[in-house]
């Protein structure tokens, strides 16, 4: 209630005042329009003939209207038409109002509307043409779309109620908890009732779901590749990592975590390096990104950086995506350091068809190429473009199990005709220290 004023010291976390007097004007409208409808069902139920309320009859859908034209003249019975349909009028705009507020507001950030919605003008088109197909679908006919009408109300009432209802109950009203139950159960046999005699408002109803459902899914699919974070915040360890790489080449490693311990990160960054053929002198930052709430379409992004077992250096990021957090985070890194960034994968196993699906719903699967992907619809400049490379894994094992003859790849085995044993990568170097500040020159990388 945006129009309700509230008390001077009201703030956006705490409208106390606000929703003090938006219940008293709620409660007001409830009783007038309670009032209204008891004397109003009461009067046209006396007065009117039954027969004037069959289909045809007069009074069939303007039993108000019959009474101001059979009681008080034709003049103030067409007074009260205008002033209906003036009424009705101001209705729908407050309806259009109230879409236009909050379907702009939600359906882009789920994803389940192109950016296009969040425009007014183009949404008034857009409702305003349902309406005419509507009333042209209905051919006009109001007892059909009044059971539409019906049915939606009565659907809207049921939720609100039952809704109340789980709120008492959670806060522990337990006399609210039965009244407003008691409510619940009214209008829920309300509901079925007309949705008994008039199927016509669940038929509509389940058309216009299911078509949002579909425009809402197909306008994801179509936006799924999009750089969907709206701002990314660093805390002061991961701008520290982020400013310290990039003083050589920025490698980052995407990474699953699992048992988070010094194993895993060990295995990992040999696994990289012997895949890629990679030096041991090279340094690596790990992601780590963590699926929230995959419903989310856009959100912003939160680092943070620690240090584990006194030698890796991992960033931690919560998102509901995870090729889009990458994409982010390796776009942030590169215009706060003006270095192109890199970044290293493995291949994810299984059916590629079933993989987009858990990224399309979940939010993670065939992270390799959605990441690459979203980084080339968000940058097209290849030069600047942030780096990523795939390897399949299992190779660096096997690298390192056999002893390579004179001349074999130094990323395999750290120089010419060492065993597995013997390289150097696989020793345990010194633990990582944080190096100073971005503003003074920081130390050479040290062997992970």
Known sequence: MPHVKGDEGDTEARPTGRIRDTKKLLTTAALIMSVFLICTSFITTVLIPAKEFESGGNANGRALAYLAHEYLGNTFGTVYDVATIAILWFAGASAMAGLLNLMPRYLPKYGMAPHWARAVRPMVIVFTLVAFLVTWI?????????????????????????????????????????????????????????????????????????????ISLLSRLGRAFELRVTHIELDDMAERFIQDISRRTPRFIANEPDKRDAEEYRAKKDQIRADNDLPGTEDFVFIEVT???????????????????????????????????????????????????????????????????????????????VTREVLREAEADRERRPASTSAEAGKAAASHTRAGPPGARRSALGAAGRSGSDCRRCRPGPPWRPGPPPSVPAVPAVPG
């Open 138 to 214: 209905f051919d006009a006919d109001v007892d059909a779309q009044g059971g539409a009408y019906a049915t939606g109300v009565l659907v809207l009432i049921c939720s609100a109620a039952i809704a109340v209802t789980i709120a008492a109950r959670k806060a522990g009203q337990r006399g609210w908890t039965i009244g407003f139950g008691v409510i619940s159960a009214v209008f829920l046999y309300t509901t079925v009732v007309n949705v008994i005699e008039r199927p016509d408002g669940v038929k509509i109803g389940a058309c216009f779901i299911a078509g949002i459902i579909l």
């Open 291 to 369: 699926v929230t709430d995959p419903s989310e379409f856009e959100a912003g992004l939160t680092v943070r950086g620690e240090v584990l077992h006194d030698r890796y250096r991992v960033l931690t990021v919560e998102s509901s995506s995870i090729p889009n957090a990458l994409a982010a985070l390796l776009l942030h890194a590169r215009d706060l350091t003006g270095v192109r960034p890199h970044i290293y994968f493995e291949w994810t196993e299984g059916n590629p068809f079933a993989n987009f699906l858990r990224f399309f719903l979940f939010g993670q699967g065939e992270i390799a190429p």
